[in-house]
């Protein structure tokens, strides 16, 4: 059973900083892209982030270019989302995405999630 689970949400003060992990097992992802999305309440996923196994691409929304860091360690099959200078209207649940086929910026062509993570950002 294939499983991805985010860790590291949690309440942070405008301007903080959070770093998520996503660990995935049941399979290796070594050779597919993984990302994240986020949610909020009433609102359709968020494309925030996403880069291919190597590292050679990596893709931010345009709201978080420059704040938030993307990386992965294959050797541990996890991927993480530093988040830094963090704002209030990043609050939402955040989710760990793997293995794409299609426009990765559409949630639908995800075949993987983990089960999500809070972040709230107060002001």
């Known amino acids: 059973q294939v499983q991805l689970v985010e860790s590291g949400g949690g309440l942070v003060q405008a301007g903080g900083s959070l770093r998520l992990s996503c660990v995935a097992s049941?399979?290796?992802?070594?050779?597919?892209?993984m990302g994240w999305f986020r949610q909020i309440p009433g609102k359709e996923r968020e494309f925030v982030a996403t880069?291919?196994?190597?590292?050679?691409?990596?893709f931010y929304a345009d709201s978080v270019k420059g704040r938030f860091t993307i990386s992965r360690d294959n050797t541990k099959n996890t991927v993480y989302l530093q988040m830094n200078s963090l704002k209030p209207e990043d609050t939402a649940v955040y989710y760990c995405?793997?293995?794409?086929?299609?426009?990765?910026?559409?949630?639908?062509?995800?075949?993987?999630w983990g089960q999500g993570t809070q972040v709230t950002v107060s002001s």
């Open positions: 995405v793997a293995d794409v086929d299609g426009n990765w910026r559409d949630p639908r062509s995800w075949d993987y």
């Open positions: 049941g399979r290796t992802f070594s050779s597919d892209p």
């Open positions: 880069m291919t196994p190597s590292g050679g691409n990596i």
